[in-house]
């Protein structure tokens, strides 16, 4: 009957027909479409390669071995009736030499300065504090959402040279019961003071939209298909909208601004990671604020990165 079918099947797609023992193969261009074996306990049908489909019987007909994918179903008429068993594979996850750019994803940091300089204020009439814009670090976060990338990578596909685009949230949130504003509307950048009273947070909000220039290197180190990797450069951002924020417990304030920040900005970044898992430092090179306009701070970001999600 088997091979009866598998005549069948040669004459209307004029395939070529093997038969070898107990063994029949049906073949396009050289390549194994269908092989069944009987080996007098079992037939064996199998559809493709080892990814495709496969059925197994037995003599008695007493269970169905059906195979598609990684998916089993085995079909078993016992003294209970018929039943169907379901199992499935584990996948395998393959080590892969391509070269992978580990930017595009979703990353969170926190912010604090790794340089400040309130000089600008020593003469200030009434004197105005020195630190300001001391942060909270707890609150001061910063969220990246990094939704495009590209890799000009070595042929070895061992290092690559990456860029791309995303967008920056960063939120430098006030230790201290104030807010920030323009002297005169103009002027250099000034506190001002808030109620303590019910005040739940105070904040300075900016976003940028950033490019990034980094050289990436993968590592021998790997675990299974994942490699170590290290990657170094320039962050590139263009502020798109800063404003100030404060909130008591039934109130809230927002002021739209550009606060006398710098339009531009470039950090330098250090990144090392394992998989769809980094962790990066963002170092500022240029500071928070115009010179002379406001005090001199340069952010650094020390944060944890999900690339690839």
Known sequence: MKRFFSLILCGLMGLNLFAQNDTTELKVVKKNVVTVIEDGRTTHVKVGNDKGVEVITDDWGDTTH??????????????????????????????????????????????????????LYNNFEPAISNDFMELHYGKSITVNLNFAEWAFKNEANTFGLVTGLGFSFMDFTFDRPLTIEKQGGEGIVVPVGLDPEGLKKTKLNVTYLTAPLMLELKTPLRMGHSRLYLAGGVIGGVNIGSHTKYKYRNDKEKSRSNFNLNQFKYD???????????????????????????????????????PNI
């Not at 179903?73 to 892969?96: L, M």
């Not at 090179?285 to 002379?292: G, V």
């Open 268 to 306: 330098l970044t250090g990144r090392i990671g394992f998989g769809d898992f980094c962790i990066f430092v963002n170092y500022g090179m240029t500071p928070l604020f115009k010179e002379d306009r406001g005090p001199e701070l340069h952010p650094v970001t020390f944060g944890f990165s999900f």
């Open 66 to 119: 059906i195979r598609i994918g990684r998916r089993t179903f085995n079909v078993v008429e016992g003294h209970n009736g018929t039943y169907v068993k379901f199992d499935k594979e584990e996948r395998k996850e393959n080590w892969t030499g391509s070269f992978n750019p580990h930017w595009a994803g979703l990353e969170f940091g926190m912010n604090m300065y790794h340089q400040s300089d309130y000089s």
